[in-house]
């Protein structure tokens, strides 16, 4: 199942600078995007998420934007501190006609590394 | 900030035996999901359960597991017989919709020897 795709399995960044997490999708059928932040021995935890309908949303030093016909999304996170350092996830849900129930399809991950 | 909350947080057990995986979800949250994360790999969709009754489940979620809601609170993912492929980090979520406030616990990691 690679319907959600992260290519870079991990990513070393300065503090300070941009840190970009990037992720594809095959499935047409997803309509909201979210984005997970996980440390060793922790649940995932909700960072940032986006629906079909727009093409950039941000909060604070982060934003994802979304490109969908290009089916692709991006996570920018500026500035990088040490303290991002983390397993980062891309999670999309699919809209079942308005039925669904909420499971999320994630991708691999990709490691940042914020270097002081 | 209200957290979901499971344990144990670490449990061996040995292959062919019964496991029962707890969870507690946030309280006012109506949805409810199992997900695992074998070592390396990415964390796969298990089972979702709302109103009562299982609502979706992934080619994984076989005849070998379960779910319940015994009383209105706990979240059990049941594995009748483990085998040694079940080893991975499990992961109860809850969310009061089916997307927004998605929030999960911090695992309980399965080891079967």
């Known amino acids: 199942d690679q319907q959600v795709k992260q290519n870079s399995p991990s990513l070393s960044v300065q503090e300070g600078r941009i840190s970009i997490l990037n992720c594809d999708y095959t499935?047409?059928?997803?309509?909201?995007f979210l984005w997970y932040k996980k440390y060793p021995a922790e649940g995932p935890t909700f960072l940032i998420s986006?629906?079909?309908?727009?093409d950039k949303n941000e909060d604070g030093r982060f934003t994802v934007f979304l490109n969908k016909s290009a089916k692709h999304l991006s996570l920018h996170i500026v500035p990088s501190q040490p303290g991002d350092s983390a397993v980062y996830f891309c999670?999309?849900?699919?809209?079942?006609?308005?039925?669904?129930?909420?499971?999320?399809?994630f991708g691999q991950g990709t490691i940042l590394t914020v270097h002081p | 900030e209200p957290e979901v909350t499971q344990t144990p947080s670490h449990q061996v057990t040995q292959m062919g035996q019964e496991v029962i995986l707890r969870c507690v979800p946030i309280?006012?949250?109506?949805?409810f999901y199992w997900y695992r994360q074998i070592l390396g790999q990415k964390v796969e969709f298990l089972v979702s359960f709302y109103n009562n009754e299982i609502s979706e489940k992934s080619e994984i979620f076989d005849d070998q597991f379960s779910v319940e809601r015994p009383d209105g609170s706990n979240f059990t993912l049941k594995i009748r017989s483990t085998k040694l492929e079940d080893s991975a980090m499990y992961f109860c979520?809850?969310?009061?919709?089916?997307?927004?406030?998605?929030?999960f616990g911090s695992g309980t990691r399965l080891t079967v020897v």
């Open positions: 999670a999309a849900r699919a809209d079942a006609g308005g039925t669904s129930y909420g499971k999320l399809t």
């Open positions: 979520a809850s969310s009061p919709d089916s997307v927004y406030g998605y929030t």
């Open positions: 309280s006012n949250h109506l949805y």
């Open positions: 986006i629906s079909s309908i727009k």
């Open positions: 499935n047409s059928m997803f309509d909201y």
